[in-house]
């Protein structure tokens, strides 16, 4: 009986030995992934600000192209300065809160 007892308690610990090797392996695993995700967020953030300031390039340049142009009144150019400066107005305020 003692033996059998000694058995189990061998097969036992084996399967402890088991689940904490795999504990250690998950964990290291995890440790990799936070990691990772938390560059590829870094990258993400980059690559977001770099869109947003091509696409404030893009509407000057749009901008400029309308005060070149011949084709395009005046109006049309006041209209897009206003809604530029009501922009502008709108982030001050925000800021300001």
Do not use: W
């Not at 059998?4 to 964990?27: M, N, P, V, W």
């Amino acid at each position: 009986m003692p033996n059998e007892s000694r058995t189990i308690l061998e097969k036992l610990e084996g399967h402890i030995q088991q689940l904490i090797a795999k504990y250690e392996a998950i964990r290291s695993d995890n440790a990799l992934l936070t990691q990772e995700k938390s560059s590829l967020q870094n990258e993400l953030e980059n690559k977001n600000k770099l869109i947003k300031e091509l696409e404030n390039k893009i509407e000057l340049l749009l901008l400029a192209k309308t005060f070149e142009s011949s084709e395009i009144n005046k109006k049309e150019g006041q209209q897009k300065i206003m809604r530029i400066v009501k922009e502008i107005d709108k982030c001050i305020s925000l800021l300001n809160n």
